[in-house]
């Protein structure tokens, strides 16, 4: 098969979509349509329509744009007919109904944030780093009945740097996942349009490995237990960096509460002192954990802005009379 054979169809709606649909725009591949979600309302009243950064981007390009209610709307099926691909590619979308995803003749393939089976979910990326892990990566894989539970093309491994937050992994694989793309479509194209895969249930993994995954994460998800290892809050709060932010409940000597987000901290081998007291010593920001002392470096009190320790401490001389709730 050439690859100006191929008619594609992407469908996805974040920034961690843009990168590969700009990939296969960039190499040539023919993407002759594009399917997002539809604009989102912002703004205090929610007057005001934003699209997705898929959608102003394909725009950019000229791309012809679909933003369906319902993926089963007879009207938008119709039109995504239309446009008789051969071949669909999907990043950081929704779950898709058969009659979607096996409608092109090679069939409707995922690019998911992580190493199937592991981490099947809405929320990958963040889960890998809050339970510890060292290395991730992405998975092409093509779709089915169930969510991320496809045959298996391809993956790439990514490694996870004891200090990485969310952003740092989501930037890496973001440009990966575009890659694993790329080298999906062309593997296709080596095969004329076939390409080998493998069942998820055929992965064997090391033995005693947990099989985690990656439910969508909530605010009530985000709040910090304080009776736990040093190691596990501080890669709690890393996996919830910069966004949605971990945080944890503070209240005053009036019985007043307000929320403290945590977005950067550090480990210590300080031995702790009773969960969750919060310590300020030589400029510096403590809370005990289960095990050692958590060194808060970049917080933000509700209401107020997102600020260093030092920067905090010096607007908040009586933190300590704080306690955790």
Request: proline letters at 6%; one cysteine or more; a negative charge.
């Amino acid at each position: 098969m050439k690859r100006e054979d191929l008619r594609i169809v992407f469908m996805g709606t974040p920034e961690f979509a843009v990168e590969t649909l700009k990939t296969l725009v960039e190499n040539h591949y023919p993407v002759v349509a594009v399917v997002t979600q539809p604009d989102k309302p912002v703004g205090r009243h929610g007057s005001v329509l934003q699209p997705s950064a898929v959608k102003q981007y394909a725009l950019s390009q000229e791309i012809p744009v679909l933003q369906p209610e319902k993926m089963k709307d007879e009207a938008f099926l119709e039109q995504l007919r239309s446009y008789q691909a051969n071949l669909q590619v999907v990043v950081a979308f929704r779950m898709l109904p058969e009659v979607v995803w096996a409608m092109p003749e090679y069939g409707t393939f995922n690019v998911h944030a992580a190493l199937l089976p592991q981490y099947r979910g809405a929320a990958p990326i963040n889960w890998a780093i809050i339970n510890g892990e060292t290395q991730t990566g992405v998975t092409t894989f093509f779709l089915d009945h169930d969510i991320d539970t496809g045959r298996m093309i391809l993956q790439k491994p990514f490694a996870i740097p004891d200090d990485a937050d969310v952003e740092y992994v989501y930037e890496g694989l973001m440009h990966l996942g575009a890659e694993a793309a790329l080298e999906t479509i062309e593997k296709m194209l080596d095969g004329e349009g076939r390409v080998a895969s493998v069942p998820q249930n055929e992965v064997v993994l090391p033995q005693g490995t947990e099989l985690h995954h990656a439910p969508k994460i909530f605010k009530e998800t985000c709040e910090i237990c304080w009776d736990r290892p040093v190691k596990e809050i501080y890669d709690f709060i890393r996996g919830l960096a910069p966004v949605p932010g971990a945080w944890t409940l503070l209240q005053d000597t009036e019985g007043k509460e307000t929320v403290l987000k945590i977005y950067r901290a550090t480990k210590t081998t300080l031995k702790a002192d009773e969960p969750g007291r919060i310590i300020a010593e030589r400029k510096q920001l403590y809370i005990s954990a289960k095990d050692y002392l958590l060194q808060l470096d970049e917080v933000q009190m509700a209401g107020k802005k997102r600020m260093n320790a030092t920067d905090f401490l010096n607007g908040n001389k009586n933190i300590e009379t704080y306690i955790i709730k």
